[in-house]
T-cell receptor, first 111, second 114 residues
Framework: EDQVTQSPEALRLQEGESSSLNCSYT??????LFWYRQDPGKGPEFLFT???AGEEKEKERLKATLTKKESFLHITAPKPEDSATYLC????????????FGKGTKLTVNP | GAVVSQHPSRVICKSGTSVKIECRSL??????MFWYRQFPKQSLMLMAT?????????EQGVEKDKFLINHASLTLSTLTVTSAHPEDSSFYIC??????????FGPGTRLLVL
């Protein structure tokens, strides 16, 4: 069974304090790994898709990396507006386009 | 990026009535859309996969007759909660699949059944 585990569950940072969120996964064959940001009361906002080990993608203060077992979302010099829940999901090979989500990491950035 | 809309954003209804939620892909065509349900402080729970022109595929434990899904065009899928009860109150979110197999989500619909 495909599984995604995110850690930590919650993370508090001071503005400017860089850190990383972890997403460990087990999947029969990885088609893609997705990162989303979700604000309270809203739908998830697409951030990145990673397809193969060694791949990296960046967007503003965020950088996502991928290995064969896990992905990291690095946040550099975060700002209060980066506060949100970050969701990781995997899509397996084999026909179904379904996503398997982790439970998310709730990030709070204090000014 | 791809844009997905949902309507309505909030709905309050009486127990026993039916509620229809629309999901539209605004700037791309989507043969596949997904419907999720999210409880407070929990992650998304996939309810069903909606395929244009064919029957939806429901996840285990989701009642087909309770949650009716219609995907009549390449840009519109609807979820109808039939005979809604208070336990159906939740946050419903749809997503649409792009040609590169990424899912883009709508803003969600908050349903409250009194």
């Amino acid at each position: 069974e495909d599984q995604v585990t995110q850690s930590p569950e919650a993370l508090r940072l001071q503005e400017g304090e860089s850190s990383s969120l972890n997403c460990s996964y087990t999947v029969s064959g990885l088609r893609g790994l997705f990162w989303y940001r979700q604000d309270p009361g809203k739908g998830p906002e697409f951030l990145f898709t990673l397809y193969s080990a060694g791949e990296e993608k960046e967007k503003e203060r965020l950088k996502a990396t991928l290995t064969k077992k896990e992905s990291f979302l690095h946040i550099t010099a975060p700002k209060p507006e980066d506060s949100a829940t970050y969701l990781c999901a995997v899509q397996a090979q084999g026909g179904s386009e379904k996503l398997v989500f982790g439970k998310g990491t709730k990030l709070t950035v204090n000014p | 990026g791809a844009v997905v809309s949902q309507h309505p954003s909030r709905v309050i209804c009486k127990s026993g009535t039916s509620v229809k939620i629309e999901c539209r892909s605004l700037d791309f065509q989507a043969t596949t859309m997904f419907w999720y349900r999210q409880f407070p402080k929990q992650s998304l729970m996939l309810m069903a996969t909606s395929n244009e022109g064919s029957k939806a595929t429901y996840e285990q434990g989701v009642e087909k007759d309770k949650f009716l899904i219609n995907h009549a065009s390449l840009t519109l899928s609807t979820l109808t909660v039939t005979s809604a009860h208070p336990e159906d109150s939740s946050f419903y979110i749809c997503s649409a699949l792009t040609s590169d197999l990424a899912q883009y989500f709508g803003p969600g619909t908050r349903l409250l059944v009194l």
